[in-house]
Structures are given as structure tokens and as C-alpha cells.
């Protein structure tokens, strides 16, 4: 069985709008997840999870970024190409 699979999550072109929603959705939704696995950590073990406390201004940033292209498609009037492939690779656990 091969150990790597790809699922192409987004493949079109879209307007300013449409791209906006779409990609931020996508990175609220993943700083949202690790806000609380970070919250979860410190309730359950008094401390922040240290993997959340990375992804979290990582993925801000790439927000930041995000906007100002979607600033410049907006000012230039211009549509957007957009894919977005997932690459998952099934690893041996380490029990």
C-alpha cells in the first residue's frame, strides 16, 4: 500500500471576493484550531502547547501576506488562480 496520498482540496479561478473567503476561512479556521489546542493544553496541564504557540503567528503572518495579494488583485482587478493540494504520508507509530 503506498504510503502517500494527495487530495486536491481547492483547484479554480476565482474572483477577489470569492478567493477572500474561501483562503481566509481556511487560515482563521486553522489559527482557531490551534487557539484551542493551546487553551485546552493549559487547561488540562497548565501550559501552553508548544506546537500551537509556534503555527499560531506563522499562520498570522501568511494571513498578512494573504491580504496584500488579495489587496493587489482587488486594486488591479484581477482574478485569482488558486490550488491547494494536501499531501498526507502514513507513518509507523513510534509505540
Known sequence: MKN???LTIIDGKFTYAEAKEILMDILSSK???HCL???SSQ???GKDDDIAQKRIP???NEM???EGILA???AKN???KVKSDINITLLENAD
Do not use: S, V
Request: proline share 0%.
Open 78 to 80: 484581477k482574478t485569482l
Open 64 to 66: 498578512k501576506k494573504l
Open 43 to 45: 487547561e488540562r496541564f
Open 72 to 74: 493587489e488583485a482587488k
Open 31 to 33: 489559527i482557531n484550531f
Open 37 to 39: 489546542k493551546n487553551w
Open 4 to 6: 502517500n496520498k494527495t
Open 58 to 60: 506563522a499562520l498570522r
